[in-house]
């Protein structure tokens, strides 16, 4: 009984509440050592989370908010943080106090906010972070001076070296067992007076609100017009609300405006206080980042440097990444030859589906794997640097002529990952048109789905190849698919913007934060969370689309089909026995073919014959590799490898005299039977996959998808990554394994390589290879991404339009990039 | 036997998608993250 009631009475909650990038997800994290992303850029946090810690025998449920700048409510994401601290947010408790973090370094305008959290009246603690950030620039502040004005406990909290976050615990245990008070600030009369009135007319209306009002509302209400709140309150009081709040705002403005009133009042405080509890010991002078960002933030330099930088991650990642494929693509080989020494030789289905269709779809995909996680390296080492900031700062100039903000770049830069955290984030955007503008963007971006079909396609048909000396040509292609997107994005966002989403550009306020060195527990869980994330997919859905397409592509089997193979090869073997049997009677009258074979001296100089034949290919292979970049050495390596074979071949003439001849015959008759049964395996193949049920529903849209240079199969493997596009890479790796059955040991790119059309003209050709590109990079082929836009936009309009709309523009750019690329030879 | 380890292997393929269609319909609808691990914030993600 006195347990039930200890614990009852000992159950709190406290809402954490700050600008954004002030280190408050940081300090949430170390609070309740849930595992949250930190990044080091404004905007991270647009939901709030909830976490639970201990101290002494209370239990506190930590809410962490988003971060805003102030409580205008103009946006989702700040009425966000209004609910939550009057606790009208279904999902998290109501809070009983609240943690106020300020960035020691910049306390003025962190303050703002802080006036309006206090005037709450909640009890509430000031965590003040940044300390040694502010000490850097000569800026100390006096904790107790701070407490003093505030009227609240000022803790210093340094979350990476683990101070004060303990002192805050007790801090807050404290502070919630004494009622909190309401922070009052010296607002001209006729404000104060207008606040009170409009609170009276809220209370009436409380009934019809279906919450009480509160004084710091009623403020927000009186100076910030058209946000979420108005919009409740002028349903609820109609059009004579709507009167009375005129009525009040012209009183309380005295000629000016409501919000510089407002800002007035708050900064006048502040630098009171400032003046007692803050010293400036060093001239604000330029600092090494301030030196630093007139370059990275320079129109002109700071572009270039972007475009360096970006330019320098894509041709690592091909430089890097090369040799751990193979490893893996190795390795999926041997696997799928271990696995297939298991089964039964005579359970030729079950093979398949464990080989083409788990082991072929499956490593074709996790191939890739390395590539993802360089991309993402150097994007984790990019952004803890502080540098992704600067990059938004760049873009928001360009975006603005677009008629978008900086507020849209944070989602669009988020969608480069994945699309969906990018729609989520367009929260953060008040103007509702940008924000839907925002939406239909942000699967433009290549997310890192992509990145394996650009590639797959790049590492099979973009020659290795040096461009300008020094710059590696299939980097320089990856470089330009990511802006494949971006340049479609921008005459789509002009169109909105100047036509149904059209809306004035809201100025972005913007963060920059401090350089610093890379935390490697943070990169190493940003690599985590991704290879993760793609492994999962690749053993999940993947997997299961590889099984489904494997199934669709197996069935019906032809019995037919097969006989008509066998017969084939009957045939083939019979000429066989023919040649040889002609090569024995020309060598020695009266002889047979199985004597021909049986023959000593023919044995030792077909033995002799095998081997040179095999020096002489592993010399073409090996020239091939070292001089396939440069024509005119190869041509010279051919000669001299020409030379050699000749003159070992006139060596053997020597040495086995007539029986070298009816050895050559043999060799020729064996290769020509081996060659003819993979080509009846590859026609059987082929056949069996026309026939089978995606065959036949291939051939139904296979007009469609001519004119893009594809056949079928790269329309069936197309449509079948709709709903998710990284698809496509399992898919072709389970069609080609099944359709072309002698290229198993070169991996799906030497199977795209040596895929042949109907009439045996490569499949794919470097033209064939841009058109999928472009189709990917264009189409939404994300079901997940539309249902979170339908989600966001509380309507099917958007996805609908977004699906229909990025469907066409793939179609049409694959179509122009095939006809072109093809015009030009390639 | 062979066909039917195939046809286990095709039906928990085919229950799968048919569950990821569902699960992707209840996000469209309102519902939260049913933990799918499709999205995963990537390092420059707003929000989880």
Redesign the interface.
Known sequence: MTSARHNRADRHAVVLVGNPNVGKSSLFSALTGAR??I?N?P?????A?LGTTRFENTELSVIDLPGTYSLAARSPDERVAIDALLGRLEEVPAPDGVVLVLDASSLDRNLYLGTQVLEFGLPAVVALTMVDVALSRGIRVDTARLSQALGVPVVEVNVPQGRGVEELKSTIHRVLHHPGKALELPFPAEFRQAVDGLYGVLCDLSVDLGFKPTRPEAMRLLVDLGGPLHDEVRQAGGQAFDTKLAEFRARAADGRGLALVEANARYGQIAAWMREARQVSAPEGRTLTDRVDAVLTHKVWGSLVFVVVMGLVFQSIYAWAEPLMNAIEGAFGWLGGTVAGWLPED?A??RS?VEDGVIGGVGGVLVFLPQILFL?LF??IL?DLGY?SRAAFLMDRIMARFGLSGRSF??L??S???A???V??T??IEDRNTRLTTVFLAPFMSC?ARLPVYTLMIGAFVPKQTVLGFLGLQGLVLFAMYWVGVLAAIPTALVLKKGILRSRVTPFLMEMPSYKLPRPRNIAR?LY??G??FV??AG??I???S??VW?ALWFPRSDDITRAHEQRREAARAGHAATLAAAAEAWRQGMTGPELEADPAVAAALADMRELEATDKAARDRDETEFGHDETALAEAQRAGRAAYESSLLELRRRHRGALSPAMQMLAAEQELEEGLAAIDNDEAAAHAENSWLGRAGHVIEPAVRPLGWDWRIGMAAIASF??REVIVGTLGTIFSLGDVDEQDEGLRGALRNARDRDGSPLFTLATGLSVMVFFALCCQC??T???M??ETNSWKW?AASFFYMTTLAYLGALMTYQVAHALGG | MELAVVMVAVGIALAFVGWRVFATLRVARGAGCGGCGSCKPGPTAAGS
């Open positions: 949250q992303k990044a850029f905007g991270v946090t647009v939901e989370k359970a289905m079950l589906l993402f994007i984790a952004e992704m944070i989602p830069l988020s480069f990952a994945c969906i955290p990018g989520m984030g929260r953060v890192s940003v969370e991704r993760g994330s999962k997919r999940t859905i997997l299961a689309v099984i489904i199934a709903p998710a079901a997940a539309l249902a979170v339908r989600r996805p």
